[in-house]
């Protein structure tokens, strides 16, 4: 499968607990995706890496929430003390990152985070 | 103001007809546009892409207004697996702003 990977699939965790996601995009895509959705919404910008620099980060972003890209490939989504707002489907995307192209991006199957 | 504004719906078509809906958004040097499907549950996934002279895909047709900035998703002979919510998604040179979605249902 050449799509984008996100694992795990599903999280529940305890509130306060500290939770990290991990997206594997489609190779050679230098640009990396984070949004996070919740029922009834579009997916939500969270941030975004240029191979593996974080270009932009969301003021929906909390100081709890950071993200990676250490090599230009993989990225984590770490949460800290995870609170019941923070439940959510989690969605990476990539794209090649042609500049001003019409260039699609391409979804993983998110990463569906319940915190009780 | 948000920026990509869509009709939330939800629309209720019967098989076979036609049904449009229309998507706003606010920064005019926007440079491309798409149309997103998704389905309960499940990850976007690229309907089309939608062009300055407007295109078409089979029973699908995206239309662009720049000077009104609103673009437009046509579907004609409505299937019952159209069924699904539609995502209207704005490129602003790296970042992909989505709207809240238009859900369409079609009926047999």
């Known amino acids: 499968d050449t799509g984008v990977s996100q694992n795990p699939r599903h999280k529940i965790t305890k509130r306060g607990q500290n939770v990290t996601f991990r997206c594997d995009p489609i190779?050679?895509?230098?640009?990396l995706y984070w949004y996070r959705q919740t029922l009834g919404q579009g997916p939500e910008f969270l941030t975004y890496f240029q191979n593996e620099a974080q270009l932009e980060k969301s003021r929906l972003l909390s100081d709890r929430f950071s993200a990676e890209r250490p090599k230009g490939s993989f990225s984590t989504l770490e949460i800290q003390r995870t609170e019941q707002g923070d439940s959510a489907m989690y969605l990476c995307?990539?794209?090649?990152?042609?500049?001003?192209?019409?260039?699609?991006?391409?979804f993983g199957q998110g990463t569906r985070l319940t915190v009780v | 103001r948000k920026e990509v504004e869509q009709d939330p719906g939800p629309f209720n078509v019967p098989e076979g007809a036609t049904v449009a809906f229309n998507c706003t958004y606010s920064?005019?040097?926007?440079?491309?546009f798409f149309w997103y499907r998704q389905d309960c549950r499940k990850e976007p996934k690229l309907l089309m892409s939608v062009y300055s002279s407007g295109n078409e895909d089979g029973r699908f047709t995206a239309q662009l207004n720049r000077a009104s900035q609103y673009i437009s998703l046509l579907i004609r002979d409505s299937k019952l697996s159209d069924s699904a919510t539609y995502l209207c998604?704005?490129?602003?040179?790296?970042?992909?702003?989505f709207g809240a979605g238009t859900t369409v249902t079609v009926r047999a």
């Open positions: 920064n005019s040097a926007s440079q491309s």
């Open positions: 995307a990539s794209s090649p990152g042609l500049r001003g192209g019409n260039t699609e991006a391409f």
């Open positions: 190779s050679e895509h230098n640009r």
């Open positions: 998604v704005v490129n602003d040179d790296y970042k992909l702003s």
